[in-house]
T-cell receptor, first 114, second 115 residues
Framework: DAGVIQSPRHEVTEMGQEVTLRCKPI?????LFWYRQTMMRGLELLIY????????DSGMPEDRFSAKMPNASFSTLKIQPSEPRDSAVYFC????????????FGSGTRLTVV | AQSVTQLGSHVSVSEGALVLLRCNYS??????LFWYVQYPNQGLQLLLK??????LVKGINGFEAEFKKSETSFHLTKPSAHMSDAAEYFC?????????????FGTGTLLAVQP
């Protein structure tokens, strides 16, 4: 099992550019979560999906952020346009619905917007 | 709504000393409980979990935690700290079981281990 796979690991972009972060959950997991981690705010839940359907996007900070899950094996988090305050580590996690196993986290994407 | 409190954002212990990281939750309904560890520049890794059954659960790297319903606590302990235990530790609880499929995370405790 390769675990949750995120790409890219590091992304440096200029302010105003579009950024797309990618996540492949563990096969068989039917819930997927996007988190953002910063020193100031800690770990924040942005959005989560059950069975590819967005359930709660109340953590998405602004309309500049959007997330999709077109199928059970792929999700994207897009920021357009990006701003320096979006600089953070973005984590994807997946789980089996019911939570007895907890979440499995990916290694994260470190985003720097200059 | 469910909430999680981790007392002490920074804890420092000497190598070989007892590690005690505190976690309290708010729900009156016993939730699922988890501890995660995050090493520098890595993702969160599951350390241990409580779902049902025995209230003392053992995890990786010699850590254990005890679910105490009467105290709504799930403190993490390790008898003897190693330098390699220096990391950030997150307590998490389910919100509530089967309803939202979401974990509520504490704000984390950064553990430093002094030689």
């Amino acid at each position: 099992d390769a675990g949750v796979i995120q790409s890219p690991r590091h992304e440096v972009t200029e302010m105003g550019q579009e950024v797309t972060l990618r996540c492949k959950p563990i096969s068989g997991h039917n819930s997927l979560f996007w988190y953002r981690q910063t020193m100031m705010r800690g770990l924040e839940l942005l959005i989560y999906f059950n069975n590819n359907v967005p359930i709660d996007d109340s953590g998405m900070p602004e309309d500049r952020f959007s997330a999709k899950m077109p199928n059970a094996s792929f999700s994207t988090l897009k920021i357009q346009p990006s701003e320096p305050r979006d600089s953070a580590v973005y984590f994807c996690a997946s789980s089996v619905q019911g939570l007895a196993g907890g979440y499995t986290f990916g290694s994260g994407t470190r985003l720097t917007v200059v | 709504a469910q909430s999680v409190t981790q007392l002490g954002s920074h804890v420092s212990v000497s190598e070989g000393a007892l590690v005690l990281l505190r976690c309290n939750y708010s729900s009156s309904v016993p939730p699922y409980l988890f501890w995660y560890v995050q090493y520098p520049n890595q993702g969160l890794q599951l350390l241990l979990k409580y779902t049902t059954g025995a209230t003392l659960v053992k995890g990786i790297n010699g850590f254990e935690a005890e679910f105490k319903k009467s105290e709504t606590s799930f403190h993490l302990t390790k008898p003897s700290a190693h330098m390699s235990d220096a990391a950030e530790y997150f307590c998490a609880v389910s919100d509530p079981v089967g309803a939202t499929n979401k974990l509520i995370f504490g704000t984390g405790t950064l553990l430093a281990v002094q030689p």
